[in-house]
Each structure stands twice: as structure tokens, then as C-alpha cells.
């Protein structure tokens, strides 16, 4: 393919983020082949998992309780992602599953879950959903008032109680409310936790609460004022067995803090016009320029950072007010703890890989590489996916190119670019190499993918790295979905 008609030039390019790779995944990059092989077999794209990094995230994030004595532990956040197997593999190590829907409730009890150890979370819950957890005898955490009118309801034509978690929104920190369109509001909390603890249908167990941010203070803040409550419920005669403090436990999908620096830095500096844009059509992931000044705010996950997983966790728990630490406040109460982690127990379990389709131009000159595959099959909640995929020659390794290209995918859309950078290329991809992005379990691979023009929805290969063989696929058979 000609490349003369470039008009980027170096300076366009991206900064490098190189994705961080457990050993799996290195094991089964260093066999082009037989990735070649798999997606012959089972189509583009393809999602790669391995279980065993998740038995080690389980591990590590009930470490940081266990040594500080603190009763609890984790519910999987299965919403990260649909397979059956990580429900498979929480039950097999003992924690509980976070269940967001009605076929998520229902497969988490199939596949031998104990109803003890489930949790429904859902959002705008329907009678039925109720009904099953009801009778299951789950803990529902329940968002508003008319899921409490609908829980006591149900509960009463079941004649079984329910076992509740009152979801609260709206806690302070240092004079801030913090934001949330989730749970009631803690200044309404009096009443409300009257409203359950008079009606014989309703036992209320646990105190609840999900933010989004990734902020110890706020975590910790959130935390003690859900003590708080804890011991208004006390005096009121209501015991609260556990608090639990949702999902968003932070990870990190990056090598090097430098790279992630210069990225943030060259994308705001792009931004305020002191370096080429090297975003497609100028995307400021989040940035924009008022007048001539930087403003909002990078829209992407903190891909980098040192507070991952277990550390996080750890921050959290030592937080300190007022020479009090927050671990204790909660054990001195006999309060159990429990963390819904999705994104961070999924860590290093998933690959998905593409085979490259074509290569062309657009108006602009811009160089395309487009994957057999599209943006929902690797979809951030945030503007952009921070780690740099992998180009898998098919065959001999080809020269150096120079030049940078978008990676597009294959929907009949303007907008279906894999990634809004312009990546550095080691060589020109040709049709018929792979593509492979790491670490893409959580959310990523499933949490938005869809079938379109037709296509059945990717499958999914178990890989297990003590014989190096895929030894399961999901679904099975390839049907239209
Ligand atoms: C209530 C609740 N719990 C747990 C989670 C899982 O969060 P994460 O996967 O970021 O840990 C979410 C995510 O949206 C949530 O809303």
C-alpha cells in the first residue's frame, strides 16, 4: 500500500501506553500461530480468558480485611462481565456474587451460588425480580421509595419477609455533597429506616453505598456516615449486621507512570494548541479550549495509578479522623464489611483478539487499520481505552513504518473507531494479522457489546495456562443472537 500520500506526520502520533501483561497472556502472545488458529476457528473478534488470575484477585482483596480482623468480605459484581465461569470460579472461592438484572439473579442461583451469599443491586427491580429474590432469600438493596412500596408489597402476598439493604446517596466531605442519582438521600435517612423497621415485612440488615470516584476520602467519608446511621439504628432497637460499600475498587491497566504522565500532558497541551492533535478529528477525550484556556476534565480512567486493588482497599481501611481508624470503628461495632468489586477481581483475566480486515485512507489522509470487529465489542465507559494493543504479524515481521494510524472497526458508522489516538504502528498491518487488547474482562469486552448487521455476538475461549489449550468456549454454537 502506498504511503506517500501521508499528511501526518511523527508528531501526530500518540504518546506510547504500554498495557501492563500478566504472564498468561505474555505465554499465549508468544504463540502467533496458534492465536491465528483460534480466530480462524471462532471468529473475529474473540475474547481469551483464564481463571486463574481471578482466584488470585479474590486472594488479594480479602487480604486487606483479614488482617485487620474485619468480618465480611466480597461480593463479584458479575454486570462486569456475562460469562457463567467467574460466577463459577466466586462460588468456588467462597465470595458472594453482586446480581444485577433477573438473568443475572436467576443463572447466579443456577450455577449453585448459595441465596446467602447473592445480593441483588438492580436497578428499577419489577415484581418478578423481587418475587425470586424474595423467595431465594437474597439481600436486596433497595434504591427508593418505590422499590420499598414494591418490596413490602410482594414481601406481604409472599408472606416471607425480605431481607433489606437501604441504599443511601448524598454523604459530605470536607462541606461537599458528593453527587449521586443512586440510593436515598442520608439527610432523609430517619425517616425511611423508621418506614422499614415498622413494617413486619421488611428486616433490615445492611447499609449500602456505591461512589463512583475513586477517592479515598470519599470512601472513608461515605463509611462513617453509614456508622453513623449503624448506631441510630442501635438506639432505635434495629441491628445492623454489615455495611457494604460497593463496587469501584480501583485498577490499573498501565506499565509506566511516565507514560501515562506524558499522555494526560501531551492530550491537554494538544488541546490548548501547543502540540499537533494527535486525536481524531481534534477529540479532546474530555478537554476542550474556552477561549484560549484548557477546560473540563480528562474523561478517561486513571490507567495508571498506585493504589490498586488490595492497596486501595487498604486506604480506605486505615483512613484516619480524628485519631480514630476506620477499621476499627467498624469492628469495635461487630459490623461486618463487605466490598462489590467487578472491574478489579476481573483484572488480568481477558484478552480479546481481531484479525485486521483492511487498510485505507480517509479524506483526510488519515491511515485506517480496520479490525474485524467494532467499538462495542471493546467499549470504556470513559472517552478512550488507555492501553496500546498489540500487532501480531502473520508470517515474517515487516519493517518499521513511521507513520501512525486510527483503528477502525467494521459498523456502517462514521463513528466506529476502536481508539480516538492515532497509534504508533510497528509495521504496516496487513489482512490476516491479529490484533490483540490486553486486560479487557471488566467491562470492556461485554458490558456494551452487541450484534449488529446480523452477526451473532463474539464467543468467548477459556484458556488454560498450564497446558496452554483453550479447554472451553461460550457460547458453544455460533447462532444468531
Ligand atoms: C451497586 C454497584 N456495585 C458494584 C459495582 C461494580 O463496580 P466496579 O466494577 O467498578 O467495581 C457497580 C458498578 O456500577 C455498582 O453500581
Redesign the pocket.
Known sequence: MPSQTLVGTIHDIAPPLTAKQAPWMQQVLQTPNKLHEWIRSYGSPLHVLNGSEFRRNVRDLLQPLSDRGIEGGLYF?R??NKLPWFVTLAREEGIGV?TASLQELEETLALGVPPQQVVL?ALGKDETLVSKAIQAGCLIVVDNEDELVLLRTVAASLGKSARVGLRFAGFTVQGRKIFSRFGFPIDQSASIISSVVHSRWLQLECLHA?LDRYDINERAAAARQLIELADYCAIIGAKIESLDL????LMRYLEEPEQWNDFVDGLSASVKGERPSFTYRQDGLGYFRAGDQLAGNADLYPAWNNLSKERFLSAILDHEESGNVLHREISDRGLKLFF?????LLDNTGLTMASVAFRKRDTDGNLLIGVSMNRTNLRPFRAEFCSDPIFIPRGVTRANLGEGAYLVGCLCGESDLIFRRKLQLPFLPEPGDTVAFINTS?YLAHHMEISTHGNPLPRNALFDNSSGRIVDVFPQRREVQ
Open positions: 459484581a454486570k462486569a453482586d443491586t456505591h460497593g463496587g469501584g475498587v462489590e468489586p467487578g472491574r478489579a471488566g
